[in-house]
């Protein structure tokens, strides 16, 4: 059914937990319209499964996501037996709305798009060695819709700072941003994912649903309107000449010549 993610279920104590994979590690795990419309599959499916309590986001391999598979982004052919459900935009709604609990578990690197999954999930572990970033300020772009999920944990002027400078950053300096709830050493990373998700089988199912169902409320009252229209300046921004430019650098390992248009 999936080409670009895996599908498992595991019992805990109290229930059963979704664990969705990123299965694409040739590319680091790279997200693209093919894994966006996936996820949302995924996410529905463990939605509606019965006693799952939580789901686990991860990574193939060593990485759990690089960012935006840009190739695919501006046009790439992806092959897929599913109907389109809906894009990135639509990803980021449907996880920051789940009724239940989803955990990023970060390693390895998360940046742009991929950060922006750890943002939009509930609860966030990485290893220690876990390295996180918005670059997308070096390729000519900015990281739109991410920054509305971001910006509902990090303080502006950390947020504007990590947007306009693109500088990676620690699992400590996330951690101390909220990015992520808690660094830990990596050999300890499966252990803390899944004592996380053993202790919330254990909650009341019913209260959980309810409480995120009106936590999402909550905290986004204009959501709805950021998130289209950030995706609409991001298409629009793939159309400038230093957006160009700045991909074309990148893939000919080069630094680029900005024009300001």
């Known amino acids: 059914m999936y080409h670009t993610i895996t599908y498992a279920l595991s019992e805990v104590d109290g229930g059963r ?39 686990v986001l991860t990574g193939a391999g060593s990485n759990f996501c690089a960012g935006g598979d840009l190739g695919a982004m501006t046009g790439g052919v992806t092959i897929s037996t599913l109907p389109v459900r809906g894009d990135y935009a639509d990803l980021m709604l449907a996880m ?17 798009g991929g ?11 990485a290893a220690e060695t876990a390295v996180f970033a918005t670059p997308e300020i070096h390729r ?15 303080a502006k002027r950390d947020l504007l700072e990590m947007m ?22 990596p050999e300890r990373l499966d252990d803390e994912v899944n004592a ?4 919330l089988a254990q909650k009341s199912p019913t209260a959980i649903a309810r409480g995120l169902a009106a936590w999402s409320k909550l905290g986004d009252m ?9 995706r ?29 248009r």
């Open 140 to 154: 000519g772009l900015w990281p739109m819709m991410i920054s509305a999920v971001l910006a509902r944990t990090v």
């Open 222 to 230: 204009a959501l709805d309107q950021a998130l289209p229209m950030l």
């Open 196 to 199: 996380l998700a053993k202790s």
């Open 164 to 185: 306009l400078l693109g500088a990676k950053m620690s699992a400590d300096e996330a951690a101390k941003l909220r990015i992520i709830n808690r660094a830990v050493p």
């Open 17 to 55: 937990v979704a664990t969705l994979t990123l299965n694409r590690p040739e590319r680091k795990n790279a997200i693209g319209p093919e894994m966006a419309n996936e996820l949302l599959y995924a996410l529905d499916n463990a939605t509606r499964e019965d006693q799952v309590r939580a789901i």
């Open 115 to 125: 950060l922006g999954l750890v943002a939009a999930s509930h609860f966030a572990l």
């Open 232 to 260: 609409d300046e991001l298409f629009a921004l793939f159309a400038t000449d230093d957006a160009r430019e700045g991909l074309m650098a990148f893939m000919e390992k080069r630094s680029p010549r900005w024009t300001g």
């Open 96 to 112: 920051v709305r789940s009724t239940v609990p989803i955990i990023a578990r970060v390693e390895g690197v998360a940046m742009g």
